[in-house]
């Protein structure tokens, strides 16, 4: 199978997008953060923006990554088999997982926030070594990914010994992605009834999972099918007009609801807010995927030397970037500047440093065999 550039230039920008995200959440959006900048007020018009850009990226940007990761997986698997494939995917996902539980992600919040009262050995003995607290952070996506890999194998496994080959999909048609849009969204609600947003074992934060589900097995469907290559324009045309037309909708059904008066639950529990928040999801979320598998298809699918270069440094910079993100960020506490300069600068700086750093770690000789 050749290698999809469209897959390869959507990951990178999938990746900048990460760090413009959490930089966004440093500088106002709602939402959990290694590190704050302690001048923000969260009733700012900026804050508002970056709440409902965060909100929009939260719908489809991590879904989007396990898509991608299962349409790989799927060719993968299918390559090496199972027994190589489990132990290519716990290298390339376990290695990176433990150096950022035990090394980047404690250093980095030593670092914000502990430096001026313990010194890194005594943080450690209080925190890390005790499992007091876990530091997972982003490499929650490559625990998620370890699990969602050993079940695809093993649905491979008893379908091979069912003797049965798997079924074929043709695309979706429009009403059935409505559905599946509506089933993803109760999905949510019911989930977030245990587990509000931004809760979970081990900071897999359940709440958001059935998308990720679905998607990963979208990816898994998608590879087999040739989905990619079948688009149809006018399905996608149209989720893409009905996700842009609803993104505005979600500060509105706040507003309507309390927010204003401080009154927000939309992460969980039996009430309007959390009900509409999770429906609201799965339709902005399957129109971006749409328009951005089509765009990428039809207008970003060249390559080039740069384009390789980024692309094989992504992964890297994927892992690295909340170090470098919290540094700007405290670089840039105490300046006098707009809330929303302040995010554009430090997610350009922090963009640019990430891919620099990422370069000079995948000179180690081990790294490139896991990164």
Not at 56 to 76: D, P
Not at 123 to 140: C, D, H, I, K, L
């Amino acid at each position: 199978m050749k290698r999809l550039n469209e897959l390869d230039n959507l990951k990178v920008f999938l990746t900048a997008l990460v760090i413009i995200f959490h930089a966004a959440i440093a500088y106002g959006a709602a939402g959990s953060w290694i590190l704050k900048d302690s001048n923000q007020d969260e009733m700012s018009i900026t804050a508002v923006f970056l709440t409902l850009f965060t909100a929009v990226c939260q719908t489809f940007f991590m879904g989007l990554f396990f898509f991608i990761s299962a349409y790989f997986s799927s060719v993968s698997l299918s390559r090496k088999g199972s027994s190589t494939f489990i132990k290519d995917r716990l290298l390339r996902l376990g290695i990176p997982m433990l150096v950022y539980y035990f090394l980047i992600g404690p250093i980095t919040v030593w670092f914000a926030h502990y430096r001026l009262q313990l010194t890194l050995a005594e943080f450690y003995n209080q925190y890390v070594w005790s499992f007091e607290r876990t530091f997972f952070g982003p490499a929650w996506f490559l625990q998620a990914s370890i699990y969602f890999a050993v079940i695809h194998v093993f649905f491979e496994i008893v379908l091979k010994k069912m003797k049965k080959a798997a079924p074929r999909f043709s695309f979706p048609k429009g009403a059935q992605l409505l559905w599946l849009a509506v089933g993803m969204g109760l999905a949510a609600f019911v989930t977030r009834l245990i587990y509000p947003t931004g809760e979970g074992p081990l900071e897999l934060q359940l709440g958001y999972f059935p998308s990720y589900i679905v998607l990963y097995i979208a990816g898994i469907i998608a590879q087999k099918n040739g989905w990619l290559d079948n688009i149809p324009p006018k399905l996608q045309k149209g989720w893409q007009w009905l996700s842009l037309g609803l993104i505005p909708v979600l500060p509105v059904i706040l507003v309507l609801t309390g927010a204003l008066d401080g009154e927000v639950h939309f992460e969980g529990g039996v009430n309007a807010e959390a009900f509409l928040y999770a429906i609201w999801e799965p339709f902005v979320c399957i129109g971006i995927i749409l328009t951005l598998l089509s765009l990428f298809r039809r207008r970003f699918y060249s390559t080039s030397p740069l384009k390789q270069w980024l692309s094989r440094h992504a992964y890297a910079v994927y892992l690295i970037h909340p170090a470098v993100v919290v540094g700007w960020t405290m670089a840039f506490q105490g300046l006098p500047l707009p809330s929303a300069v302040k995010w554009a600068v430090v997610s350009i700086l922090s963009i640019v440093c990430c891919f620099m750093v990422a370069s000079i770690l995948k000179m180690l000789p081990f790294a490139k065999r896991v990164l």
